[in-house]
Every structure is written in structure tokens, then in C-alpha cells.
């Protein structure tokens, strides 16, 4: 599976952005779909997941009610929607993907398949 990740940018605190994912594979819908976050100096976060269906979603404590997680299967695309950023939410953004019809999976050694990474900078 090959993903790209894009729509990242410099925005200032309190603003929005919404990344997008882009898969490969034709079978989209079979794949568990996560974001993850590494700001500078600092080991690589889970940041929101999502089931194959789209049904399921889960959340870090840190973005919980500020970003959104969701998919298009037809497209075979995962957003992650940006609410209320904050400068401690400054970080390279990674999408990653998992071949499961299970829902919850926190760390990155659960996904077998990376995108290339997105700048999100928050200014204060």
C-alpha cells in the first residue's frame, strides 16, 4: 500500500487545516487507518484511528473534541479535520494504514505502511 499525505501549512493557533491521505490500494475499505504525529525532538504519537467501515473512530486524549477523523472509501482517502490548533500541535503528521477488520490500534509497530509525512505548523 502507498499513501500520500498532504495538506499540511503554517496556520496560527486557533485556526484550522484538514489533511488528506491518499491510498493505493483497492481494497481501502479492508484497511484499519490511523494519523500520527512526531514534533521535533519528541517520539512519534498516535494522534486518531478509524475502522475500515468508517463506523469507529478513536482519539488521543490530546485532540480529543478539537480534530475529526474520517474516510472516503470510495476515494480511498482518510482526513483528519484540525480544529482550535494549538502551537504544541506544531509536528510532522504521518498517515498510516493496517490491514485488519479489528478497530483499535495505538502504536506505530501496529501499522506495516507509511506515508511520506506532512508539515503542520502552528504559530502562537
Known amino acids: 500500500v502507498q499513501l500520500q499525505a498532504s495538506g499540511g501549512g503554517l496556520v496560527q493557533a486557533g485556526g484550522s487545516l484538514r489533511l488528506s491521505c491518499a491510498a493505493s490500494e483497492r481494497t481501502f475499505s479492508s484497511y484499519v487507518m490511523g494519523w500520527f504525529r512526531q514534533a521535533p525532538g519528541k517520539e512519534r504519537e498516535f494522534v486518531a484511528g478509524i475502522s475500515g467501515s468508517g463506523r469507529s473512530t478513536y482519539y488521543a486524549d490530546s485532540v480529543k473534541g478539537r480534530f475529526t477523523i474520517s474516510r472516503d472509501n470510495a476515494k480511498n482517502t482518510v482526513y483528519l479535520q484540525m480544529n482550535s490548533l494549538k502551537p504544541e500541535d506544531t509536528a510532522v503528521y504521518y498517515c498510516?494504514?493496517?490491514?485488519?477488520?479489528?478497530?483499535?490500534?495505538?502504536?506505530?509497530?501496529?501499522?506495516?505502511?507509511w506515508g511520506q509525512g506532512t508539515l503542520v505548523t502552528v504559530s502562537s
Open positions: 498510516a494504514a493496517r490491514y485488519s477488520s479489528g478497530t483499535y490500534y495505538y502504536r506505530t509497530y501496529d501499522y506495516p505502511y
